[in-house]
């Protein structure tokens, strides 16, 4: 509708590009497309169809989305008011200037500010009834605000940065997690902390991430207890920061998980449910596997059955439907089949899980202990030729990993499996033995938290 509103002709080679592109999605090839429509032509004038297109496409999304969140609109006032300004049309250019300001400093975004009270500067030299002293005095102000955003916002991107990419199954430290604390303990003693939510707001995002780094989960508790408790008797939760609100909920859960109060987290996973039909569903797909995900964790623990069959409604949802997801559920059903001593199950679910086309580029540290895991359960089937040849191969890919120290218990599993798995009984195996001494000495929470079957419980069952 956007491209035809001045050329509504049907030989629209833009449109042929677009609705190509449309059909074949990632399959995509720029040559079948310079030759449909260009035969032997000029391949400049192709590319420069396509740029246009792109264009067009950008101008198309601005102007069905602009008023789409209070962000967007902000800015469509301020490149109004721009507009005008350089029109020489001041009062309009003020008009507007005036509504961006109002909604800017209402949602505290303090960058669209810095820019609203340089253009306020610039339009007193044109209009009278501008006090530029205000809004450079405002304007400063503003600047403290963003410094102290900018300040610990560096230190959060790189933190969250870091914990992404290991997926929480990073053995090492996190030295950023330091250099937060210290950043945290300069705001501390902020009075604009207390009195600015978006500050707030970003204070908790540190702590949580550097009590959830160091596994802290009793301090986690009463903290985020806490503040949920404080933000939401201030009524600081809106529709601006809902996803907030439902993150704080989440973690709150996952937490309450950790330090086995169940109930308790179930309790906090109905709340989530709640906050997630509130603002017309706002959010809700992106939390959706949020809250399944806190459902079964705890009735892992309480109710297995309830668990897989949590898990089984998980796969017929459409809106769950993603590679990671599909990891997640395929995975758990892999354990708790383990758990329940299915080991036939389990072994079809880690088979199912390899054959997913992403699992290949997961986490590396995931896919080892998925490996480990996988080999105890074909122990449990007496499965030994295949384990044998699938001990080599577990050998081969994750060479690196087990020659770090820091793995020397997965090292330790993966070669009592091997020989668990030679015939003759197990007590005259002086090598297997002494593995199994060393598990009984080495016994490490970190290690058992990591291990998607705790090492020591299924070798105390065996020994």
Do not use: C
Not at 128 to 155: F, H, T
């Amino acid at each position: 509708m956007y491209a035809s509103r001045f050329d509504g002709s049907e030989d629209r080679k833009d449109l042929k590009i677009l609705d190509y592109i449309r059909k074949v999605g990632e399959d995509y090839d720029d040559e079948k497309v310079f030759k449909s429509l260009y035969g032997d032509g000029d391949k400049n004038s192709f590319y420069r169809l396509k740029n246009r297109l792109t264009h067009e496409l950008g101008k198309s999304l601005l102007l069905q989305h602009f008023d789409g969140d209070e962000f967007n609109n902000t800015l469509f006032w301020v490149a109004l008011s721009k507009f005008f300004f350089h029109k020489n049309i001041f009062k309009v250019a003020l008009f507007y200037l005036k509504k961006a300001e109002k909604q800017a400093a209402k949602a505290e975004y303090f960058e669209l500010l810095e820019i609203i009270y340089s253009d306020y500067i610039r339009l007193s030299y044109e209009v009278l009834s501008i006090d530029p002293e205000e809004y450079i005095r405002l304007r400063k102000e503003n600047s403290m605000n963003l410094a102290r955003l900018r300040q610990i916002d560096d230190v959060l991107s790189v933190l969250s940065y870091r914990l992404k990419i290991t997926q929480n199954f990073s053995p090492k430290e996190n030295p950023v997690a330091e250099m937060l604390e210290k950043t945290i303990e300069n705001f501390a003693q902020d009075a604009e902390l207390k009195m600015s939510p978006a500050l707030r707001f970003r204070v908790y995002q540190a702590v949580s991430r550097i009590l959830l780094q160091r596994h802290d989960y009793v301090n986690l508790e009463g903290y985020l207890l806490k503040i949920y408790g404080e933000f939401t008797a201030e009524n600081l939760f809106s529709r601006n920061n809902h996803e907030t609100k439902l993150q704080v909920l989440t973690y709150i859960v996952n937490t309450l998980f950790k330090n086995d109060k169940m109930e308790e987290s179930l309790e906090y996973a109905e709340k989530l449910q709640t906050a997630m039909e509130e603002f017309n569903r706002l959010h809700y797909d992106k939390y959706l596997f949020f809250y399944y995900n806190s459902l079964v964790i705890n009735y892992s623990k309480l109710n297995l059955d309830k668990a897989v069959d949590l898990l089984e409604q998980m796969m017929q949802n459409e809106q769950l439907k993603s590679p990671f997801y599909e990891q997640f559920i395929y995975l758990n059903l892999a354990i708790f089949q383990y758990e329940k001593t299915n080991f036939k199950q389990s072994a079809r679910y880690f088979a199912k899980l390899y054959l997913l086309p992403d699992f290949a580029n997961a986490d590396i540290n995931l896919r080892f202990r998925v490996s480990i895991a996988e080999l105890i359960v074909r122990f449990e089937l007496q499965d030994f030729q295949y384990l044998e040849h699938r001990i080599e191969q577990v050998k081969k890919e994750f060479k690196a990993l087990l020659a770090e120290t820091s793995f020397e218990s997965e090292q330790k599993m993966v070669e009592l499996l091997k020989q668990m798995s030679k015939p003759g009984p197990d007590k005259k195996n002086k090598k297997l033995m002494a593995i199994v001494d060393w598990f009984r000495a080495n016994k490490s929470e970190k290690a058992n938290e990591e291990q998607l079957i705790n090492f020591n419980e299924w070798i105390g069952g065996k020994f």
